[in-house]
């Protein structure tokens, strides 16, 4: 399941996020979050309308209060799913290799996966979540977060946000690790802007890692994300084939890029983090 926050500005991110990449999902596998004035607004999208007030900027009070909102309605349906994922309206997620990446760490206990490094925390020793990539926490792992009860949670959601700048990344992140969860790395979600189309057309193409996710990106973005995806898909066997000694050669170059911009990506959001 998925969780996704907006505004009563972003009806066009919402209409390319249902005519590309959650066109596949039912209506039922997305819970789509905004305050009251903005769900009317929004209504065609089947918003759901969250008591909080009207966020100002990325980082504010009504930001934090509909994500833990959010996390309220997906405790609610925890046992239809096997994850729920955070993303921001603005990204572009690969479904099936989101799905598959996450089945594959299905073993791994008391872990929040995303990308951490972000913020510091206030109340334990470490650093939150880097929010534009998403993160996903298994319904037993959210569980030990809510403890059968939303309104507590809620509370100690609010109060870590309100420590942490109102970054309400930073904040999920610090209260997964204060109840004891880890955070841990799930590679392809990519947090930052590519700096050209080359470095985004390898990341499409990477073997390793898979891409999962991609953030900032305009409706316009995610309609040619969308068809590069479909051409792939749709591609004859012997188009893609790669020799072993390809495929080795690819995976590494690819994961080594990755990582170098996943660092860059994290310096640069906590520089902006020690500005404030």
């Known amino acids: 399941m998925y969780l996704l926050r907006t505004g009563k500005q972003n009806a066009k991110r919402l209409e390319a996020v249902r005519n590309t990449w959650a066109s596949g999902l039912p209506d ?13 607004s929004l209504s065609k999208f089947g918003v759901n ?10 980082a504010s009070e009504g930001t934090c209060c509909i994500e833990s909102s959010g996390w309220g309605a997906a405790f609610a349906r925890r046992k239809e799913f096997d994850w729920i994922v955070e993303v921001d309206d603005d990204a572009y997620v690969h479904t099936e290799n989101m799905a598959a990446a996450l089945k594959s760490r ?13 913020g510091k925390c206030s109340e334990v020793t470490g650093a939150g979540l880097c929010g534009g990539s998403g993160y996903a926490i298994s319904p037993a792992n959210l569980q030990m977060l809510v403890n059968n009860n939303t309104e507590p949670f809620n509370v100690e959601f609010m109060r870590m946000a309100s420590k942490v700048g109102w970054w309400a990344d930073v904040a999920f992140g610090c209260v997964a690790e204060a109840h004891g969860l880890q955070l841990k790395m799930l590679p392809g979600l990519y947090g930052w802007k590519h700096r050209n189309d080359i470095e985004k057309t390898n990341a499409v193409m990477s073997l390793n890692p898979k891409p999962l996710l991609f953030h900032y990106q305009t409706p316009e973005d995610m309609h040619i994300l969308h068809e590069q995806f479909s051409n792939l898909t749709n591609m004859l066997p012997d188009e893609v084939q790669f020799t072993k000694q390809q495929k080795s050669n690819n995976s590494r170059n690819t994961m080594n890029s990755y990582l170098e911009q996943l660092d860059l990506y994290i310096k640069l959001q906590n520089s902006l983090w020690d500005k404030q």
């Open 28 to 40: 039922s596998n997305m819970i789509i979050l905004a305050t009251e004035s903005s769900a009317t």
């Open 106 to 118: 299905s073993d791994e206990k008391a872990i929040v996966w995303g990308i951490p490094g972000c």
């Open 49 to 58: 309308a969250c008591d909080c007030p009207e966020p100002t900027t990325s």
